[in-house]
């Protein structure tokens, strides 16, 4: 089993080293890292002096909209990988050897989740725009369910990596999910709740203004929601492959 998982590791090493796209996804959230450390300050900055309006004011916005897209990138990365696999009956390869393929499902869904929990505690922890207290911990947990689950979706929906890109971009629409958390007043703000990406970011805006018993109850919401669309997602994949 060992040997399995260093050749798997090898070859995911390989793809993405030749791979622009996946390399891209790779360090795609670093660059975000960056852009909110060394970007965003000089850039409210220079829109303070031409227009005398701060987009500080709205650094929590900012804050869960960039966040969101580690999740986004990580499962991205980790479902064009799998689309590969699905297409080239490599999955049902490594069903019939010792990593078996629950195995390879570990394996595979791991690594997108170790990737948004490091870089999303990272970017709470060096962007200079994040709020940093015990709630935060509650969209870093949220955060990185998503990725396995929209590397699931890729792979359990697109016909061939060329559709799983479509499919990635049209993930772009879970960017409401912060935008009506932040801006929607109540009642309207339900629009949001069957959103997943919804309650990572209300859980954080919650936290941030004191409300840390609200935030723990967004967060408990967001944990049901994001366990039912994970459920729902792996059961589509297995579908797919059976």
Partial sequence: MIKKLKALMRNDARQIWNDPLLMASLLGPIAVIVFARFIVPPLSSWIEQQYAFSIFLYSDFIATFLLLTIPLLSGTFAGLLMLDERDENMISYYAVTPLTRRGYFAYRLFWPCLLTFGL?????????????????????????????????????????????????????????????????PFPWSYLGIWIPTYWPAKSYILAVSGESLLSLGAFGIGLVLHLLFFKSMLGSFMKRID
């Fill in 120 to 184: 999303s505690s990272l970017f709470f922890i060096c962007s200079g725009i994040t709020s940093i207290r015990i709630e935060s911990l509650y969209s870093v947990l949220l955060l990185t369910i998503e990725a396995p689950c929209l590397a699931l979706f890729l792979a359990a929906y697109a016909a061939n990596k060329v559709e799983g890109l479509a499919l990635s971009k049209i993930s772009g629409l879970l960017f409401a999910g912060p935008i009506i958390a932040a801006f929607t």
